[in-house]
């Protein structure tokens, strides 16, 4: 019997960067938080202390900043793009980057009619992702997003489901549904306006669990990844996940009481959790 | 020497609570997280463990369901309001009821040029607040805003600050600005439009937050303030809080590059924090 | 109509720092987060913008890594007695300075018998706290605890407490109690050992806790204070909080089940809250 | 072109809940979080709102409380094993059950020299976790460690590290490192003690973090598995993660200061991360 080193990969998480880009009457703000992975072969470095393949995780934290400093951002993804490019070129130890980026979202304070043109407010928990897996014969981007909490009052119930002896659940119809949606999609192709296309995707989703006269999460689900492949014709897979949050109606009975639907309990801890990938084939 | 209780209060802290109003063809929302103490004669409870005095802080908790079923809320004030009333109605063992409302804020999803009638989208992190705090003879009502997130790229200074031996911090003009705002403000009178005055305070703090010629965060936090009690007749008192997020400019220097203002790390963790009240004089 | 500054203050949050003291053959650590605020007379820097009496809330970080430099930290207490007295020796503009500080507690790694004289485990998300309120004039320093969490399944109750027609809580005795303490306390003089009277405070805490045979919340707070009043001379008033954390018993009634106290639903949301002080008179 | 759907899976997750086991004299407690995942064949649910073959998420957290309620829980991975018994017997629907068990760890409160019989101090934010991966076919279990935070002050360097032009990191030696230590492993066989053995790999991953002459992160990773497959017979992989955790030296340099070791500034944010499978070879 022996003992080896199997799967193993290193990095630096969590460097939070915003750049400015600054044009004549007009600046312009992004967020991001970004996280990379080296995998190579670092076996010499766990085995035996050996360092002289492991580039120091600082040193990517630093590259974020000066590469930052090289490119005006415009999406998120392109600024992965130049992550993997820089890193695969200059470290022939590593055979895959991968590279995380989340963008928090700000939007523009409106100055009467106008928005204006250097202050900002915070967006939201919403993120706006993407994920790049690289190796120099392939590089693989998906883009996301994360934490989009929605809520809504009708077009929705859940019903005839399978039951068993400790199954409590009523049918239920029109009650309320609220969701936090998380998704990532992959390209058919490289070429893509990436900016476009997310908020198309956003809008994809937003409407369709909007008006989808839903039977189930994972009806509404489908119906959502089915809804954005057919809209996009360059998206060829979506993974969407539903978070189902807990909204339970207030029981009111005890004190004489009816509750028609209007008073509801909430909470972030328990919660259902629904997830499914959607593709086109050919 | 004895043994004595001194100031001492109790309630429920936490409740959460969705209320639907539906009209023909549209259903509005509104989320709250409420917070209720109690003063009150308690000497025995403490000292006894004798309970006739206590109502159950699950009692709070029903009785914020109930009164959220028998009035369709309009402003989270007035239903501050109704609960200081219901409680000190029937509890003449309480002297002062303190309540604290959060709205998480919702805005409905669009669809197509319409703001579609029962979906919604969370607003973000941004929270109104409302606290109160009632005996049977005065009551006190103050609005609020918490965590709205600002950022501007201009019009701002720090110069010519006190130093000392460790100080190392740098004059700097126009680097990069971002605060959290926190504020509650006082009314001079009970008749109250809640809802537009909370939008209006909320737009002057804004604009004022982007407009004004900052020389520290201390002008602009009293520049703000004045501009509130200023606009509106019906605020004598405003207080507000600047958390100072910590933004550093990137050092490039080590790789040859210059940071005019473009990179910027970021932190959540240590940051700087400024409050003050601002308010009117005869 | 005149518009004026009200009570003011600012200042640095959340500086966090470890303090290494290296001895023969044993190492010491400790770890602390400081919050610091002035107040003074800084009407000029918010109403003109004119910073001279600003002393910059970066130079109060600098003088909080320097004095640990310069003092090998024993109780956070002495800490916030060296910083308190840093500040208003050299800054006359201030006449007032709050210092708070929590520590993070760490205890040795053991190896076999005998604990690591280097190595450290974080001891949880308990942590000692110290605030101080500092004038030229006079000093108070309370010492604290913060979030230490309990539970015990017997010796108590809450019966015979207040009804209403909204009350649906029933009396119970041994269910299941779980709480956060919170404590912090004021001393009758300034000659204090600090750290044998904060392992003390807390150990009389927990025991009393965990043996008074409690009729309520409040009853065991108040027994609690009072344990710690009659064992500590130099303790002249203590505040206690205890938040009451939601444990309900699983209702196994529909699956034809009984549950002896035996299965409990946990959540850190929605709480009670019970605060009171206790005091020595004369 | 067509739209289908790929892979899939529901469930419930976040269920808390706490056992107590009383015996004459003494009693016992364990706090659990569970998560649980269905995959199987939910094609028609999603395509067309089909629900027959979907137990709602609700009745897998009614199921574990039931199953808490029948078993007297020892250890979570026996109770995970029941969770994916009952839900494999009874749902033929369902191809593969996942649970996820994080165990939320208490200690006795002591009095005097003695435990107590029924009142604990919760100890701390590490987890003792456990997943479970069941089939019809097969059911592979590992058992895990997550959120144990160390900190060591000697006996470790990082030199002679890969350099490139955006490196500024030195050879640093006995400066500090702190981590958070993530791990979960895997059996050789079905036949396990897995309290003892829980807490034999702890023992075992501290003492060699402790005793380590570490040259890297990567370097005491790989012995920190390699001690734990040499001492465990019946453990043939360990997945383990080191989350370093920012310490850096504060700059007292400007102050006319040496900072030997001393004083550190501290972050949660920004930080490297290692991780790597070690395994056991024939």
Chains 1, 2, 3, 4 share one sequence.
């Not at 009457?25 to 492991?54: P, Q, V, W």
Request: proline share 4%; hydrophobic share 40%; net charge negative.
């Amino acid at each position: 019997m022996a003992i080896q080193l199997g799967e193993n990969r290193y990095g630096e998480s969590g460097v939070r960067l915003l750049r400015v880009v600054k044009q004549e009457g007009r600046h312009d703000i992004k967020e991001m938080t970004l996280d990379i992975r080296f995998e190579g072969d670092f076996e010499e470095a766990h085995a035996r202390g050996e360092n002289r393949s492991i580039l120091p995780a600082d040193t990517m934290k630093n590259t974020v900043y000066i590469l930052a400093r090289q490119y005006p951002v415009e999406a998120i993804e392109e600024f992965c793009l130049h992550m993997a490019d820089h890193f695969l070129t200059y470290n022939p130890q590593v055979t895959r980057v991968l590279v995380g980026a989340s963008e928090t979202l700000w939007t523009r304070v409106p100055l009467g009619a106008k928005p204006h043109p250097s202050t900002f407010v915070r967006a939201g928990e919403e993120k706006r992702t993407a994920t790049l897996d690289g190796t120099r014969e392939e590089t693989t981007i998906r883009s996301g997003i994360d934490n989009l909490v929605v809520l809504k009052t009708t077009n929705f119930a859940f019903e005839d489901f399978r039951r068993d002896p400790y199954t409590t659940l009523k049918d239920s119809r029109n009650l309320l549904l609220s969701a936090v949606i998380r998704a990532d999609w992959l390209y058919e192709s490289e070429d893509i306006e990436f900016g476009p296309i997310w908020h198309g995707v956003r809008k994809t989703l937003l409407e369709n669990f909007a008006e989808h006269d839903s039977r189930s999460l994972q009806n509404t689900l489908f119906a959502m990844g089915e809804a954005v492949l057919s809209t996009f014709d360059n998206i060829k897979e979506i993974h969407i996940s539903l978070m189902d949050k807990d909204c339970r109606l207030a029981d009111l009975e005890p004190f004489g009481m009816d509750n028609p639907a209007e008073v509801f309990l909430l909470s972030d801890e328990q919660h259902g959790l629904i997830e499914a990938k959607v593709r086109k084939t050919q």
